[in-house]
């Protein structure tokens, strides 16, 4: 079966760096991506990942090994508007998304 | 970025009542979108994907004569909940690819629809 694993809760400080990490077994991959989702609100899109490597993007960074089927979103210099989950999500062989249940992520002061 | 407008953002109504909900991609064309369902403090569940110009294709277990899906043209889809009951509380999402920009494979998601059913 289709399987993304994702940890179900962080906790982080104001300021500090965080990771989270998602490892994946799918039928074939067209792509990972990442969303934050505020709470009562839909995701927005963070970041989209197909070749391994890391790929920057402000404050946040996303990281990807194909042979692994492993993936991480760095967050630095955390803010407390950074409170919410993040989805971590497959494109499968078939373009269909495998979604993670999301890791919530609690940042305080 | 591509923009997709849902609509509407709050509803309430009684059981038994029907409610439509729209999703529409306000600069982009769109032959394929998705609807999906989440319940509190879990992740976003596919409830269909829908395609223009032909019938909506339903994930296992969703039953498509409560969720009837309309996708008449490349810039709207509609879901309709039918018969609501308190079960079909829930936040609603659409989002939807913008073919244009397909290699990136990035979904644009719509608001968000809570539906509460008394």
């Known amino acids: 079966g289709q399987n993304i694993d994702q940890p179900t809760e962080m906790t982080a400080t104001e300021g500090a760096i965080v990771q989270i990490n998602c490892t994946y077994q799918?039928?074939?991959?067209?792509?990972l991506f990442w969303y934050q989702q505020h709470a009562g609100e839909a995701p927005t899109f963070l970041s989209y990942?197909?070749l391994d490597g890391l790929e920057e993007k402000g404050r946040f960074s996303s990281f990807l090994s194909r042979s692994k089927g492993y993936s991480y979103l760095l967050l630095k210099e955390l803010q407390m508007k950074d409170s919410a989950s993040y989805l971590c999500?497959?494109?499968?062989?078939?373009?269909?998304?495998?979604w993670g249940a999301g890791t919530k992520l609690i940042i305080k002061p | 970025g591509a923009v997709v407008s849902q609509h509407p953002s709050w509803v309430i109504c009684k059981s038994g009542t029907s409610v439509k909900i729209e999703c529409r991609s306000l600069?982009?064309?769109?032959?394929?979108m998705f609807w999906y369902r989440q319940f509190p403090k879990q992740s976003l569940m596919l409830m269909a994907t829908?395609?223009?110009?032909?019938?909506?294709?339903?994930e296992q277990g969703v039953e498509k004569d409560k969720f009837l899906i309309n996708h008449a043209s490349l810039t709207l889809s509609t879901l309709t909940v039918t018969s609501a009951h308190p079960e079909d509380s829930s936040f609603y999402i659409c989002?939807?690819?913008?073919?244009?920009?397909?290699?990136?494979?990035?979904?644009?998601f719509g608001e968000g629809s809570r539906l509460t059913v008394l």
């Open positions: 989002s939807a690819r913008d073919e244009d920009r397909e290699g990136t494979g990035e979904l644009f």
């Open positions: 600069d982009f064309q769109a032959t394929t």
């Open positions: 829908s395609n223009e110009g032909s019938k909506a294709t339903y």
């Open positions: 799918t039928s074939g991959f067209n792509g």
């Open positions: 990942n197909v």
């Open positions: 999500a497959v494109m499968d062989s078939n373009y269909q998304l495998i």
